[in-house]
């Protein structure tokens, strides 16, 4: 698989997760730069301040102080041109209130339930 994007930024609070997660899109040369960041609120900086261009977004739902959906309604107020990136809800959550709310966002690509696979990978290279 070549890569497909050029950078990948990672938003989950869960260090497991994030290694896993970034060791997977690493091996699978997802894309070519993979920014990891444990804190939404940080990732809206990095956004903010241009820090970090992704192509792609993999952002998790259930986070302290900031969830996936505040991160989103920040991400909205962001003056960046956000037509060429791509946000995946990565979450553990099945439940169905989640799953409604991130699919009638307007930034959310595709909800995919964790762990992140080759597989899930393979499909958004499609």
């Known amino acids: 698989m070549t890569a497909s994007y050029h ?15 970034r060791k997977l899109l690493e091996s699978s040369k997802f894309a070519t730069n993979i920014v990891v960041s444990q804190s939404p609120a940080e990732a809206v900086t990095m956004l903010r301040t241009g820090a970090v261009k992704p192509d792609v977004i993999f ?3 259930r986070m302290p102080l900031m969830n996936g959906f505040e991160f989103l309604d ?12 791509k946000i995946f809800l990565l979450s553990s ?34």
Not at 7 to 21: E, G, K, Q, R, S
């Open 74 to 85: 920040e991400y909205d107020k962001i003056d960046i041109d956000k037509s060429g990136i």
């Open 7 to 21: 950078t990948c930024l990672l938003i989950d609070d869960n260090y497991i997760d994030n290694f896993v997660a």
């Open 93 to 126: 959550s099945f439940d169905p209130t989640d799953i409604k709310k991130a699919l009638d966002n307007k930034h959310i690509t595709q909800f995919i339930h964790k762990p992140l696979t080759y597989k899930v990978l393979e499909d958004l290279h499609q």
């Open 59 to 61: 952002l998790d739902i």
